[in-house]
């Protein structure tokens, strides 16, 4: 939701002057008291007519609706938490792969299933929270005091607009994150004394039940350069937990089967992406799938072989010879961006070897 203007949208709670938060329904015109707005502190006054729902409206210039729902969300979420002795957690728990710490290609939707979600007191663990709390060189939204160790407390962060910083999710701080989209999100976690990790409520450094389980496996397509003139591509003999027990050459490139189809790359497309980087390292020599003369049709013939500008004798070697090789940068260009884009997916394996680029193997 992007910043909104006050006006647009109705406003059912306000300020006191002794800073008490109110809702519109619990005031009255006649009362003589002044309120105001919760972020930006500004008066407001009430609108009890009868042909809108009742509501507050900034006297003079609104402020941003984004900016009122979090400082709102912040006050009633934080009088929830001091005033209920019972709030609880629900927490899912998986079966998960056992490599989940060490295998590149972990991926919590692909390596692991859900079991249940267990209940834990929040209350048990955690005593009052205060707004606007310094922490180890953060600011929580809502900062819950650790009843037993002041070093292990949990933040309660609003997300209106945005999400936890990445360097917050790293600090190992517990933190309950709630997205909030409007009043009637805030009145349904108020509402109840339970809380559900899901799409809404995300758990950060939870040391969440897991079984670890060995049926997880993920086929791998697994690209290896031999040598400098020649390459394989294994499509089905590997997979998560056997692609790095044994090494066929020089240099592998490793990426899950069901990760090449999310993003749409295909099995050729995935070859000619490593023969790519391979010569670019210069652990490979030319050869015509990224030849600039290489026709793009389903063929795959050679501009130059077809029009008899290339002999057969000088494509041995899938054009290692070929005294017309002329390098795609268009191909290499991808290549590099494909390697920046998906590097996080893949697993590189390497001899690292430099060759004499005039010797031919």
């Known amino acids: 939701m992007s910043d909104k203007i006050c006006i647009e949208l109705d406003h059912h709670y306000a300020v006191t002057q002794n800073d008490q938060l109110v809702n519109i329904r619990s005031t009255h015109k006649e009362d003589g008291n002044k309120y105001y707005c919760p972020y930006c502190k500004q008066e407001m006054i009430g609108k009890r007519g009868s042909k809108r729902e009742w509501h507050f409206a900034h006297k003079v210039k609104p402020c941003s609706y984004d900016k009122y729902l979090h400082s709102l969300a ?15 957690l629900n927490m899912s728990r998986y079966n998960t ?18 079991i249940d979600n267990k209940p834990y007191n929040l209350k048990k663990y955690f005593g009052e929270c205060e707004l606007e709390h310094k922490f180890g060189g953060f600011i929580a939204d809502i900062f819950c005091h650790n009843k037993t160790y002041e070093a292990k407390p ?5 997300n209106v607009n945005h999400e936890c910083t990445e360097e917050k999710k ?21 509402g109840s004394t339970s809380l559900y990790e899901g799409p809404n409520v995300k758990l950060y450094n939870f040391k969440q039940m897991v079984n670890d389980s060995e049926k997880f496996s993920r086929s ?7 040598s400098e003139i020649g390459c394989h591509l294994y499509i089905d003999e590997y997979n998560c937990k056997n692609y790095n027990e044994s090494h066929q050459g020089c240099y592998e490139i490793t990426m899950p089967t069901d990760k ?3 993003l749409g790359i295909s099995e050729d497309r995935f070859k000619k992406m490593c023969q790519a980087i391979t010569y670019k390292k210069r ?6 799938d990224i030849c600039a003369y290489k026709s793009k049709e389903p063929s795959n013939n050679c501009f130059l072989y077809t029009k008899g500008r290339v002999s057969q004798d000088q494509r041995k070697y899938n054009g290692a010879l070929c005294p017309k090789f002329c390098e795609s940068k268009f191909l290499l260009n991808k290549a590099e ?12 394996w390497s001899r690292e070897p430099r060759y004499d680029p005039n010797i031919l193997i």
């Open 97 to 114: 792969c056992d490599q989940n710490f060490r295998c590149p290609f972990y991926c919590k939707d692909k390596c692991s299933s859900l």
């Open 337 to 348: 961006q494909a390697l920046n884009i998906y590097g996080r997916y893949l697993s590189i």
């Open 220 to 226: 791998v397509l697994k690209y290896c350069q031999v």
């Open 260 to 262: 090449c189809e999310d």
């Open 74 to 88: 912040e006050r009633r979420i934080k009088d929830w938490f001091n005033q209920n002795e019972l709030i609880d």
């Open 170 to 190: 790293d600090s190992g701080i517990h933190i309950i994150e709630l997205k909030i989209n409007s009043e009637e999100d805030i009145d349904k976690i108020v």
């Open 283 to 288: 652990l490979s020599r030319q050869n015509c």
């Open 154 to 158: 949990l933040f309660i962060e609003i």
